[in-house]
Structure formats: structure tokens, C-alpha cells
């Protein structure tokens, strides 16, 4: 995981601001856990119908508890040759702010093979945090932050399950941040 560069426009401040904010609310009951079960199960069996009622499933539950409005999402069977993000890091899925819609897609281009749940899930999230970033928290983007990095895997780690882990990051050149895995993986198993 990499950060963007920061603006070098008046957009600044809500890059700041945006990676400062390094904590999401979470509801308090198990309702995403337990939909995120179901997209599991349906991944297993390869029901890519069931996979896309439970995702719609898991967004109505997170659109409502985060009080924001409707967006929707897609599920492709495998990634479109063309991709709106970016980033070349995002291989699994995509947000479009004008139409609110959400894609994550099932096969990777190249080799068609299966996504795996952690990955579909976390991406998901991922992409629901860009629609959070322009209609909940009012950013006039939605950058690659390291507080964006940090909500996505709040929201990831609740849905999952799994113990949050805190992100070790060092920085690298252009005042962009990447992961320090062996710092990351030294703190979990220690
Ligand atoms: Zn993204």
C-alpha cells in the first residue's frame, strides 16, 4: 500500500485533514460480520448471484449506519478492460464519485483467477470508503491517505472479524507514505 502525493493545490488542507482522520465509527452489532459471512460462502461455492445480493446486502447495512446516500455496486465476474481508478495498486475494484457506483469484480484480468474473499472484501470496503470520503466526510477528493488506509481497514477488520492491526508506514520520496511490512508483521506476531 502507497499513498498519493500530496496536492499541490488548494485541495492541501483536505489532504491533511483527511490523513489525519485515522479512526471510522463502527456499529456495534455483528450485522456486517454476518453478511460478510454470506459473500464468503457464496465466493466458496462460486454463486456469483448470491455474491452480488450479498454485497448489495452489506452496502444497504453500511449506507445506513453511516448515514450516507444510496450508492450501489456491481459485481463483475471478471475486471473490465478498461478501469477507472488509477492507482495502479487497485487491481480488484473501483468507486465513481459522479454515479456513486461501486465495482469490484470476482477475476483478476490476466490469469482469471479468483479473487480471494480477504482481498474482495477488503476491497469492497475500500471502495465504500471513497463514497464515505465524498458524501460523509465532504472531501473535494478522495485521496490514498494514510488515515484513508487506516478507516479502510477499521471497517475492513470489523466486517472480517480479525483484530485491527495498526499501520507501521515509512516514508518514501514525494511526501508519499508506503507500508513497512516487516515492522508490520514483527508488531502482529510479537
Ligand atoms: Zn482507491
Known amino acids: ?23 471510522l465509527d463502527l456499529p456495534d452489532d455483528a450485522s ?6 454470506s459473500i464468503e460462502s457464496a465466493m466458496k461455492a462460486e454463486q456469483i448471484a448470491r455474491v452480488r445480493s450479498a454485497c448489495a446486502e452489506f452496502l444497504k447495512a453500511a449506507l445506513q449506519f453511516y448515514r450516507v446516500p444510496d ?16 492507482w495502479t495498486t487497485e487491481l480488484f475494484g473501483d468507486y465513481a464519485p459522479e454515479t456513486m457506483v461501486i465495482r469490484v469484480w470476482m477475476r483478476t484480468a490476466v490469469r482469471k483467477e479468483i479473487t480471494s474473499f480477504g482481498t474482495f472484501l477488503s476491497t469492497l470496503c475500500h471502495e465504500f470508503c471513497h463514497h464515505l ?9 478522495s485521496w490514498h491517505t494514510r488515515g484513508f488506509y487506516e478507516r479502510a481497514a477499521m471497517l475492513y477488520h470489523h466486517a472480517r472479524g480479525t483484530p485491527l492491526k495498526h499501520l507501521v508506514w515509512v516514508p518514501i520520496s514525494g511526501g508519499r507514505w508506503r507500508i513497512d511490512w516487516p515492522r508490520m508483521n514483527r508488531s502482529a506476531g510479537g
Open 1 to 23: 500500500m502507497l499513498t498519493d502525493a500530496p496536492p499541490r493545490n488548494s485541495n492541501l488542507a483536505g489532504f491533511r485533514e483527511s490523513d489525519r482522520l485515522t479512526r
Open 71 to 86: 450508492c450501489s455496486v456491481r459485481v463483475l465476474a471478471s475486471r473490465p478492460l478498461r478501469v477507472r481508478e488509477q
Open 133 to 141: 470520503d465524498y458524501r460523509k466526510f465532504g472531501f473535494a477528493d
Open 32 to 37: 456486517l460480520p454476518a453478511i460478510a459471512k
